[in-house]
């Protein structure tokens, strides 16, 4: 018999994967798309590009790092603090780990029983999944977060380089919004997919969003393009 498909082991990774791409090509596209309504010209465009991708990769990495590790030092946290408390009290613990099953529709009797089972089997785990509602699957992993933020970012950079480095000059802000579009569909997609999730809803929320951060940069670098010339 074949296995169900579930996606929830997938949501570490995939949030910082899909974040990380995202963010990448959009904020990467935004910043040429800025540069090139205030100064069209090849070596200002790239360059831009290049210091977009840079600092947005390192910027991406470290804060998905700190922010996980934050998570990560809270779940610690309130499980230590569990494991203290069973120590100390591991009756009440018990009551507890039996009324959060009544809660979920078993009979008072055999909450009880199952609460007894899982504590005589590992109380610390039981209390850990069930109370806390932290599991090996969800479990916060700065480390991961971090290189798949890192890695992604610079995947989704990748395409508005390119496009900065063959591109006519003329014509680099269609250029660049265009390809991007494309690409955010794409990513919009295969997120959606991978998570199990609309794919039509995914790739109209990217989309929208993203076409609103880039018009507003465009606005932003021809408006300053202007003053300053």
Request: glycine fraction near 8%; include cysteine.
């Amino acid at each position: 018999m074949e296995l169900e498909k579930h996606y929830v082991n997938r949501v570490g990774w995939l949030r910082a994967a899909v974040l990380g791409a995202n963010d990448g090509l959009l904020s990467t596209t935004s910043i040429v798309i800025g540069v090139a309504a205030a100064d069209p010209s090849r070596h200002a465009i790239i360059l831009a590009a290049l210091a977009g991708t840079i600092a947005g990769a390192m910027s991406m990495a470290a804060g998905e790092y700190v922010s996980v590790s934050s998570q990560a030092d809270t779940e610690k946290s309130d499980i230590n603090r569990e494991k203290k408390e069973l120590e100390k009290m591991p009756e009440i613990e018990l009551h507890e780990l039996a009324k959060i099953y009544e809660k979920r529709g078993v009979s008072k009797e055999t909450a009880m029983l199952v609460a007894k089972e899982l504590t005589d089997h590992n109380a610390l785990e039981a209390h850990t999944k069930d109370e806390l509602g932290i599991n090996e699957i969800t479990v916060a992993k700065p480390f991961q977060a971090s290189v798949a933020s890192f890695f992604s970012f610079l995947s989704g950079a990748a395409l508005p380089m390119v496009v900065s480095i063959f591109a006519p000059e003329k014509n680099m802000v269609y250029y660049q919004y265009g390809f991007s579009i494309i690409f955010l569909m794409i990513l919009g997609a295969i997120a959606a997919k991978t998570g199990g999730s609309n794919i039509g809803v995914a790739i109209v929320r990217i989309c929208f969003w993203g076409t609103i951060a880039m018009v507003i940069t465009a606005i932003v670098g021809y408006v300053f393009g202007v003053n300053i010339s």
